[in-house]
C-alpha cells in the first residue's frame, strides 16, 4: 500500500521549511525572535511529510503555512519546529 501524504490533502493548508535565510529575513520582518512563534510538533502530520521531501527537520526550524482565507485570499503563519508533544 502507498503512503499518503497529508500535504496533498485539500483541507490540509500548503508547509513550507524555510531556509535559515529566510528565517532571519521574516523574523526581522515581524520584528520578533523565535521564541515568540507558535510552536508545531515534530510529530506533527504535516512536519513528518515535510521530513519525506527535506529530510530530518532540527528542532527550532521555521516552517510557513499558507491558509486559504474566505475574505484576505489567503494568510499566512509560522510556526516554529519543537519537540514538545501537544495532547
Known sequence: ???FNVLKHELVPEHH???PEEED???KELGISK???PKISRS???VLA???INGPIEE???IKIIRKSPTTG???YYRVVTSEVFR
Request: aromatic share 4%; net charge negative.
Open 17 to 19: 521549511l524555510l531556509s
Open 50 to 52: 515535510l521530513e519525506e
Open 60 to 62: 527550532g526550524r521555521v
Open 74 to 76: 489567503y494568510a499566512v
Open 25 to 27: 529575513k521574516v523574523l
Open 44 to 46: 506533527d502530520p504535516a
Open 35 to 37: 521564541e515568540l512563534l
Open 1 to 3: 500500500m502507498a503512503k
